[in-house]
């Protein structure tokens, strides 16, 4: 069973930087993909990015340009720069793991951290 335990969340102000981390451990499939969700008070849950094994990634557009999505297979783990922080990416941020098997739907997430960004 694959386990995912995040890190690095915080207060900043407006225009700081933050940096995530999730290590994955367990039984990982060499192929896979990592990323992070975001959910702000009273609003769905969003993908932010992802990034398969083989190093493809995915930026929602309201982090293009500002956040950058890495990892470390070795390590199992995927971090989340995030530059030029805005009010707006205040929320909990949630690592996941998908694989092709579940057709890439997150099958794991890992238990949360709080992004708060202040004006």
């Known amino acids: 069973q694959v386990q995912l335990v995040e890190s690095g969340g915080g207060l900043v102000q407006a225009g700081g930087s933050l940096r995530l981390s999730c290590v994955a451990s367990?039984?990982?499939?060499?192929?896979?993909?990592m990323g992070w969700y975001r959910q702000a008070p009273g609003k769905q849950r969003e993908l932010v990015a992802s990034?398969?094994?083989?190093?493809?990634?995915n930026y929602a557009d309201s982090v293009k340009g500002r956040f950058t999505i890495s990892r470390d297979n070795a390590k199992n783990t995927v971090y989340l720069q995030m530059n030029s922080l805005k009010p707006e990416d205040t929320a909990v941020y949630y690592c996941?793991?998908?694989?092709?098997?579940?057709?890439?739907?997150?099958?794991?997430w890992g238990q949360g951290t709080q992004v708060t960004v202040s004006s």
């Open positions: 990034i398969f094994s083989t190093g493809t990634t």
């Open positions: 996941y793991i998908s694989f092709p098997s579940d057709n890439w739907v997150p099958e794991r």
């Open positions: 367990g039984s990982i499939f060499r192929l896979n993909a």
